[in-house]
């Protein structure tokens, strides 16, 4: 471990944060001293601090333990780029535009593969100001549809689906879009039915 730079890191973030040493030493509760030390790479936390000292940081454990955050490339805005992601510990849905360090429960989450799906019939009838689709698909506690996205342009509309609900929704009337489902067991598909 290179104290120096891990030092500079944590007096870097503790000022963007608005912390004083004595705000950071009173959270973990050691004395502001063995801040200072670590700020000027002198020494580096001890190993049962860390988790906390990423909390109050706000920085990832992983890359404060390298001494450097790095930063994602700026997001472009291609929606084109929309990049899905599923904890598989609580089922939390992400989602960015651009490369994204995604992390929940503790794990990095990677980005879900959509495939091409035939096996899903999706049908969407026109309403006054929006489509009504249903989804010909189980919707057991073990087999189901967690969400439906539609991208379009520079929007993205999300549903969330549960077990034991009807496999349905409504979506704007948007032309154009494209659809996506994510099946708990099967994983994300880009519907070929369009809408």
Same mark, same amino acid.
């Given at each position: 471990?290179?104290?120096?730079?891990?030092?500079?890191?944590?007096?870097?973030?503790?000022?963007?944060?608005?912390?004083?040493?004595?705000?950071?030493?009173?959270?973990?509760?050691?004395?502001?001293?063995?801040?200072?030390?670590?700020?000027?790479?002198?020494?580096?936390?001890?190993?049962?601090?860390?988790?906390?000292?990423?909390?109050?940081?706000?920085?990832?454990?992983?890359?404060?333990?390298?001494?450097?955050?790095?930063?994602?490339?700026?997001?472009?805005?291609?929606?084109? $780029? !929309?990049?899905?992601?599923?904890? @598989?510990?609580?089922?939390?849905?992400?989602?960015?535009? /651009?490369?994204? &360090?995604?992390? %929940?429960?503790?794990?990095?989450?990677?980005?879900?593969?959509?495939?091409?799906?035939?096996?899903?019939?999706?049908?969407?009838?026109?309403?006054?100001?929006?489509?009504?689709?249903?989804?010909?698909?189980?919707?057991?506690?073990?087999?189901?549809?967690?969400?439906?996205?539609?991208?379009?342009?520079?929007?993205?509309?999300?549903? $969330? !689906?549960?077990?034991?609900?009807? @496999?349905?929704?409504?979506?704007?009337?948007?032309?154009? /879009?494209?659809? &996506?489902?994510? %099946?708990?067991?099967?994983?994300?598909?880009?519907?070929?039915?369009?809408?």
């Amino acid at each position: 471990m290179d104290c120096i730079k891990i030092g500079r890191l944590i007096s870097s973030l503790r000022k963007e944060k608005g912390l004083t040493q004595q705000n950071v030493a009173d959270a973990l509760g050691i004395s502001n001293k063995t801040v200072s030390k670590w700020e000027t790479g002198l020494g580096c936390p001890d190993l049962s601090l860390w988790s906390d000292l990423s909390v109050i940081l706000g920085a990832d454990i992983a890359q404060l333990m390298d001494g450097e955050i790095t930063p994602n490339k700026p997001d472009n805005g291609n929606i084109s $780029r !929309l990049k899905f992601y599923v904890c @598989p510990t609580c089922g939390n849905i992400l989602v960015s535009t /651009g490369s994204a &360090y995604i992390a %929940c429960c503790g794990r990095r989450l990677e980005p879900l593969e959509s495939s091409n799906s035939e096996e899903i019939n999706v049908k969407a009838e026109e309403s006054d100001l929006d489509y009504y689709v249903t989804l010909d698909h189980p919707m057991t506690k073990e087999h189901y549809i967690s969400f439906a996205a539609y991208v379009k342009s520079d929007k993205v509309y999300l549903v $969330r !689906l549960y077990p034991e609900q009807s @496999p349905s929704f409504r979506l704007p009337m948007i032309r154009g /879009g494209k659809l &996506y489902l994510y %099946c708990v067991k099967h994983g994300l598909m880009l519907c070929k039915n369009k809408i």
